[in-house]
């Protein structure tokens, strides 16, 4: 499935240390929009229905062993075939012998030719997992994202309810901040979001009265993270003691969710009023999903003991 993102490929180059066999050939500009790869066994083979022609395509040992096997022409024949379908580029593992006629063809379709000394199967898994993450469908919110005792904590709220100021107590107490104010949330699986912050507002927070501070700078390195699952949401919210008819779960049992690019996420909503410790609150909520998680839940076991 194409993707509404892209990756360079000069940036794929970089990440994986490949070789541009055909340095002539410019990586610039050029971009992958495909989180699957591609070993072209049966197109090799003369195979090419339902062929996706824009996925990287990755020789292995079983493709050069079959193309070493082949008559020169045969070979050629099999080579041009796949060259002249436009694809992105082609990935030699193992450090294999690149074929004369993959130089030819790659050179009259200016495709680049890439070489790696990983294995296939470790290649193509990192690569699928990269292009995972890069090409993930996104979504920007506006929060605090907190790692606290493990578990990633969106903490959402009305401009000025306090979220920056409760993180910077979570950071004092050694917990890791991952973005304040903009969260970038990818969906890297169909159950796995991944929080990052954008880099022009990385490791900074802005507080009222004070200003921006660097995080990294002020506590170190320690407290500060690059990215994070989002396993928790805590919304903050003025409390109005009760007058407009709000009613707040009292035993944990009734369970909300918000969903985030389709997946949905634990949410605790809580009410803030001068004098409530908001970041311990928020400690022993990360702490209760946690535990959750391992399958203890405290409020079931109460309401069972009760009706015993």
């Known amino acids: 499935m194409k993707c509404m993102y892209s990756a360079e490929l000069i940036k794929i180059v970089e990440a994986f240390q490949l070789v541009n066999i055909l340095p ?19 197109q090799l083979g003369g195979f090419y229905e339902s062929f996706d022609n824009d996925r990287i395509q990755v020789i292995g040992r079983v ?27 082609l990935v030699v593992c193992r450090d294999m ?9 790659a050179r009259e379709f200016d495709t680049p030719i890439l070489c790696t000394a ?36 969106l903490i959402t709220g009305a401009s ?10 979570l950071i004092k107490r050694g917990h890791r901040l991952i973005a304040d104010d903009a969260v970038e949330i990818k969906k890297i699986a169909d159950r796995r979001l991944i929080g990052s912050c954008p880099e022009i ?25 690059d990215h994070k699952t989002v396993d928790l949401v805590i ?22 969710y918000m969903e985030i690019l389709g997946n949905k996420v634990q949410l605790n909503t809580i009410p803030v009023r001068p004098g ?21 839940n405290t409020a079931k076991e109460f309401v069972d003991m009760i009706g015993k």
């Not at 012998?97 to 063809?105: G, S, T």
């Not at 927070?205 to 407290?223: D, M, P, T, Y």
């Open 24 to 42: 002539e050939i410019s990586l610039k500009g050029r971009v992958v929009k495909r989180k699957e790869v591609n070993r072209p066994a049966l």
């Open 63 to 89: 493709e050069h062993n079959f193309l070493l096997s082949l008559e020169e022409e045969k070979r050629k024949k099999a080579v041009y075939g796949l060259f002249q379908r436009e694809i992105p580029c």
């Open 97 to 105: 012998e690149v074929f004369p006629e993959m130089l030819e063809y």
């Open 118 to 153: 990983q294995s296939t199967t470790d290649f193509i898994a990192e690569l699928i997992y990269w292009l995972r993450e890069e090409l993930a469908d996104r979504v920007m919110m506006h929060g605090v994202l907190v790692d606290i005792y493990g578990e990633g904590v």
């Open 160 to 169: 000025g309810i306090g979220k920056s100021e409760t993180a910077l107590e």
């Open 201 to 225: 507002i990385r490791y900074l927070i802005e507080l009222r009265g004070i200003g921006i501070i660097n995080v990294k700078e002020l506590f170190g390195v320690g407290s500060v993270k």
């Open 235 to 256: 919304k903050l919210e003025l409390w109005d003691g009760g007058n407009k008819g709000t009613a707040y779960d009292r035993l944990g049992l009734n369970e909300e």
């Open 276 to 296: 409530r410790n908001v970041a311990i609150i928020c400690e022993s909520a990360a702490i209760a999903n946690r535990q959750k998680k391992m399958g203890k």
